[in-house]
């Protein structure tokens, strides 16, 4: 059995576990991607957390031409 260790959930249920070879990052879903480094975890925590950049965020509504 793998062993985990949490290390931070944010408000809105993303999580960072520690695991032996890396770092797990878990959606509110439970879907889970490992990271070989803390740096690649961090990033992808945010970009769950805050959605995707421009211009495939939720708030994009309309291309301009």
Known sequence: ???QTL???TARG?????HHE???VCDPDGQCQFCG?????EELVQE???GFDYPY???FHEIMH
């Not at 993303?14 to 520690?18: I, V």
């Not at 480094?37 to 975890?41: E, G, I, N, R």
């Open 1 to 3: 059995m793998d062993v």
């Open 7 to 9: 290390l931070a959930r």
């Open 14 to 18: 993303t999580a960072l576990l520690k």
């Open 22 to 24: 890396g770092f797990v």
């Open 37 to 41: 480094d803390l740096y690649k975890a």
């Open 48 to 50: 769950l957390d805050e």
């Open 57 to 59: 965020s939720s708030g």
